[in-house]
């Protein structure tokens, strides 16, 4: 049924990398599964190499060396971005069709992090939509579930596992006992992490999914320069096994919390009790868990990457583009769109585990003890232990709340004392 909108079906797909040639597949097979009625035919491509491969027949299809010629084809009613990177082509791609009054279907995260707010005056100027579901978790519906079914709630948090290579890596050192680099390697040998594996494991591709997801839960503009992004670097085996000893996973966390002094947008590697469900969701799974005020607590978990979920993320997209519905890009008209005030990095307040490796004497513990008093940071809980693979003694202090400038002066000053035999390693236990 098209209520009368005129018959918007014939694709442009730029890109036909893991998620492009995953589309065209699907699309030959099912290019009827709209509830619209209308048929979704591919008209043109565009990639790098014309001679590459697909896995899939391109060559029904109109063949573009330039993805910006491609937007602006008249030959097609809908782009679909699929090249990815916040700048360059993919950049001037989107921005291309958008002027020429084309709807666009997205999954990059990295351009709607960096630029949703442009893009998104960009298109409704043009009134025509810009969609990007699979931009974040893949094929676990996310950015419908916080746009639209969750609009009239009030949502205090959302936290997510939302990178599956760094989850896959945590999951396999717990698991397997191997350390991070043995992981790493193991995991770009399976295809799982990617040769460059920046992106990834230094959390910015978290980063951009949950600066997507905040905009969308507290009503403002993606606000890429307020998110602060720790990685996995660092993340030491000996940490996952004492955590665990404490009750405790370390998960690559990605998280948008809303407070009286505004709303904070991090990721970082953070113990999670292993009783809660982001704790639980293993390798490469992705997980998000929302708390809002009418809803509660909400938990959905899904493969958050991989060609086939991503593709068909894609095509619920451009179903909707088929549907006709109109509404602003993110929670507000793009002339309304400001960012929402971002909470100084003194205002947070976290518990902390603190693991330190010491010498074997006498009046160790007491000389931390007095630091932490010093520095008005009060102990939660202690653990020593004696490890034989380790080159001293690692012992484990958890805190109570704190400001975080306080915990990170105590570990200063903890790292500066003479029996310390590395400096001091400090994680946030989530508080959600
Ligand atoms: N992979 C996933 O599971 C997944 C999940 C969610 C979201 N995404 C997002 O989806 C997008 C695509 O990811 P992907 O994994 O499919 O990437 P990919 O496998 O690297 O494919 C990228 C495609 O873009 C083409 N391309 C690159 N530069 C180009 C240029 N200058 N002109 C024309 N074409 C160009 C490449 O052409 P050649 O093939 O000829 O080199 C390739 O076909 C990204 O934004 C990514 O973040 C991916």
């Known amino acids: 049924m098209t209520l009368g909108n005129p018959p918007i079906r ?85 921005a291309a069709a958008l002027e020429a009054g084309k709807p666009v279907v997205t999954a ?50 959302i936290a997510g596992i939302l990178n599956g290579t760094c989850n ?13 680099s043995q992981v790493l390697k193991q995991a770009q040998a399976l295809g799982y992490a990617e040769a460059d594996p920046t992106t990834d494991i230094g959390g910015f591709d978290a980063a951009h999914k949950i600066v997507i997801l905040a905009a969308l839960a507290f009503g403002g503009a993606p606000d890429w320069g307020a998110a602060q992004v720790e990685g996995l670097q660092g993340v030491d085996l000996l940490d996952i096994r004492l955590a665990k000893d404490l009750g405790y996973r370390i998960k690559l966390v990605a998280a948008a919390a809303r407070s009286a002094g505004g709303v904070a947008v991090r990721v970082h590697p953070t113990l999670l009790p292993l009783d809660h469900p982001l704790a639980r969701a293993d390798g ?66 976290t518990k902390a585990y603190i693991r330190l490796i010491v010498r074997d004497e006498p009046g160790v513990i007491a000389s931390v003890s007095e630091t932490l008093a010093e520095c008005g940071l009060s102990i939660d809980s202690f653990l020593q232990k004696h490890m034989e693979d380790s080159i001293g003694v690692p012992i484990v202090l958890t805190t109570h709340p704190a400001a975080e400038p306080v915990i990170f002066d105590a570990i200063a000053r903890i790292g500066a004392l003479p029996t310390m035999i590395t400096p001091p390693r400090m994680l946030r236990i989530a508080n959600i």
């Not at 694709?11 to 209308?38: I, N, Q, Y």
């Not at 929302?290 to 991503?310: D, H, K, L, N």
């Open 10 to 94: 014939r694709l442009g797909v730029a890109g036909l990398g893991t998620v492009g040639a995953a589309l065209v597949k699907l699309l030959a097979a099912r290019g009827d599964f709209a509830p619209s009625g209308e048929r979704v035919v591919i008209s043109g491509v565009c990639a790098r190499s014309r001679a590459a491969s697909r896995g899939a027949d391109i060559s029904p299809y109109v063949w573009f060396d330039d993805p910006v010629a491609l937007a602006r084809s008249p030959e097609i009613d809908i782009f679909v971005e699929l090249i990815g990177g916040s700048e360059g082509v993919a950049r001037a791609a989107v």
């Open 108 to 157: 990059n995260k990295a351009l709607i992090a960096h630029h949703g707010a442009a893009l998104a005056a960009l298109a409704e100027a043009r009134g025509v939509p810009l969609l990007f579901e699979a931009a974040v978790m893949g094929g676990t519906p996310a950015v419908k579930l916080v746009r639209e079914a969750l609009v009239a709630d009030q949502i205090h948090s």
């Open 168 to 180: 896959y890596i945590l999951s396999e050192m717990e698991q397997s006992g191997s350390s991070f």
């Open 284 to 349: 490469a799974l992705n997980a998000l868990f929302i708390q809002g005020e009418s809803t509660g607590r909400m938990f959905i978990q899904g493969p958050g990457a991989g060609p086939g979920p991503t593709a068909a993320a894609v095509a619920a997209d451009i179903a909707d583009v088929l549907a006709g519905a109109q509404r602003p890009v993110f929670q507000q008209p793009a002339v309304k769109l400001s960012q929402v005030r971002a909470a100084a990095p003194k205002a947070l307040a």
